[in-house]
């Protein structure tokens, strides 16, 4: 099945600073590549998503880029506010819409 | 118009109860998802359901199980209840038929069911 692994676990930015987060799948079948915002206490939200037929997507202050080939795509926050706070999951598709999450980025953006 | 519902929000069983977590998907949405996220870790895909027909199932044991009504509601059954059951169970509803259409779009997730397991 599919495996999904994003790094880093961690990563702490200061305020307007830009922030990266990683992901790698296993499965070339895999065509959708939503990324999720959960704040602590609270549901997954989808924040941008990407599919295979798309190289790069960009929302304001977030883009997603895709590597099929490399089977890796990333999330890309500029000009980070306190807000963006939160931790922040990956996730690849299978058959139909099941989705493989990787472990998530807990970003925290310092004042 | 409301988001998925789930219920309860919180509760709290003992080992070898049984727990029945229930889910409204959005009106209109056909597919439901469940989803369990233990404290620190990603959502694990446990359950897919559309048009009232399994269409997916994680690697969970036979405890979970899982069925979908005329109104698309949602129910999640867990027997037998382990420590390691302890988690926030996700529902999820999408427009999307799956089975491995392309064209599911995006999961919109309700706030869980918090099931704590002393």
Redesign the interface.
């Known amino acids: 099945?599919e495996n999904?692994e994003?790094h880093p676990s961690t990563l702490s930015v200061q305020e307007g600073d830009s922030a990266v987060i990683k992901c790698t799948y296993s499965d070339s079948a895999s065509?959708?590549f939503?990324w999720?915002k959960q704040e602590l206490g609270?549901?997954?939200?989808?924040i941008i998503?990407i599919r295979s037929n798309v190289g790069e997507k960009k929302d304001q202050r977030i883009a997603v880029t895709l590597n099929k080939t490399a089977k890796h795509f990333s999330l890309h926050i500029t000009e980070t506010q306190p807000e963006d706070s939160a931790v922040y999951?990956c996730?690849a598709?299978n058959?139909?819409?099941?989705?493989?999450?990787?472990?998530?980025t807990r970003l925290m953006v310092k004042p | 118009d409301a988001g998925v519902t789930q219920s309860p929000t919180h509760l709290i069983k003992t080992r070898g109860q049984q727990v029945t977590l229930r889910c409204s998907p959005i009106s209109g949405h056909k597919?439901v998802?469940w989803?369990q996220q233990v404290l620190?870790?990603?959502?694990?895909?446990i359950f897919?359901y559309?048009e009232k027909e399994e269409?997916?199932r994680?690697?969970f044991p036979d405890r979970f199980s899982a069925r979908q009504f005329p109104n698309y509601s949602s129910e999640l059954n867990v027997n037998a209840l382990l420590l390691g059951d302890s988690a926030l169970y996700?529902c999820a509803s999408?427009r999307?038929?799956?089975?491995?259409?392309?064209d599911?779009?995006?999961?919109?997730?309700?706030?869980?069911s918090r099931l704590t397991v002393l």
């Open positions: 099945g999904v994003q065509n959708y939503p999720y609270k549901r997954p939200q989808l998503d999951f996730a598709n058959a139909g819409n099941m989705l493989t999450f990787g472990g998530g | 597919s998802s989803y620190g870790q990603g959502p694990q895909f897919q559309y269409r997916g994680g690697n996700l999408s999307g038929q799956g089975g491995g259409s392309f599911t779009g995006e999961l919109f997730f309700g706030e869980g």
